[in-house]
Nanobody
């Protein structure tokens, strides 16, 4: 059974930093990518950052230069270092893993962790 467990959310003042971590279990060797989405109240879920199994990274323009994604393929973990946080970064952050299963891909989600940035 695939499980994603997140940690590291919380409350921080604007300009501060937080680090989110996510550990996947039950995935074998089938991870194609891991990353983070976020969803603020009343808004659609937004892709924040992705790390592929071959080491490529991609971050949203809205967080570029402030957020950094990293991971450990051997441990099936991914982290999101968030610096220079802004109130508009307030959201529930969800870890995801894209797994190659059979002939297609499936997405799995963590439970979400709240990040609140006060002004």
């Amino acid at each position: 059974q695939v499980q994603l467990v997140e940690s590291g959310g919380g409350l921080v003042q604007a300009g501060g930093s937080l680090r989110l971590s996510c550990a996947a279990s039950g995935v074998g060797f089938s991870i194609n990518a891991m990353g983070w989405y976020r969803q603020a109240p009343g808004r659609q879920r937004e892709l924040v950052a992705t790390l592929t199994s071959n080491g490529n990274t991609n971050v949203a323009d809205s967080v570029k230069g402030r957020f950094t994604i990293s991971g450990d393929n051997a441990k099936n973990t991914v982290s999101l270092q968030m610096n220079s946080l802004k109130p508009e970064d307030t959201a529930v952050y969800y870890c995801y893993a894209r797994l190659l299963q059979g002939v297609g891909f499936n997405l799995y989600w963590g439970q979400g962790t709240q990040v609140t940035v006060s002004s």
